[in-house]
């Protein structure tokens, strides 16, 4: 019982020192830091009392976390189903990420999608066959984490967009 009183002693400081770093370089979840400390081999009551800690000074708040990292990710246009896998591998509970999301209007979720359908339409070979064109464009976007629907209304937007230019055929 007093070994395990005085590795703790010991651990602690190391612990939230290596807890502070972490946040130093940039804003983490809890699950982040617990998922961190223990890959670090911290006894779980040290990594907890540094949980608490850090929680306490306000130095970790998940909700705002998760509402920064969304709005973070959207401003790189990423699409809501990867938002919300990379916050649930960050240890953010599904609730909260509801929560976060339904702040935000599908208004910006589609004009971001339309955004990027065009940038990849730039990218594309002028040349190639509409149905080509499409298959990449919605691809792009379905891996950055939109729908099938919001890529392909996205794309068809793109598209009429730049109509002004045709293809030669």
């Known amino acids: ?14 612990a939230l020192n290596a ?4 946040l130093a370089r940039r804003a983490c979840s ?3 830091i617990e998922h961190k400390l223990t890959q670090k081999n911290y006894d779980a009551e040290t990594i907890e009392l540094v949980i608490y800690k850090l929680t306490k000074e306000k ?3 998940d909700e705002q976390f998760c509402t920064q990292w969304i709005s973070y990710r959207l401003n790189q246009r990423y699409g809501p189903a990867r938002i919300r896998l990379e916050l649930k591998t960050k240890g953010i ?6 929560a976060a999301f339904e702040q935000i209007e599908a ?11 065009q940038k990849n339409l730039k ?5 190639e066959s509409k149905y080509m064109r499409r298959n990449k464009v919605v691809a792009a976007l379905v891996r950055r984490g939109y729908d099938w629907d919001t890529a392909s209304k996205a794309y068809i937007k793109a598209e009429n967009e730049l109509k002004n230019n045709p293809c030669p055929e």
């Open 30 to 32: 809890r699950g982040e």
């Open 59 to 61: 130095l970790i708040n």
């Open 107 to 117: 208004d910006e979720n589609e004009e971001n999608a339309f955004l990027l359908a």
């Open 1 to 14: 019982m007093k070994i395990l009183q005085l590795i703790r002693t010991a651990q602690y400081p190391r």
């Open 19 to 22: 807890a502070v770093s972490m």
């Open 93 to 98: 509970p599904d609730d909260m990420i509801n």
């Open 123 to 127: 990218r594309i070979k002028e040349c």
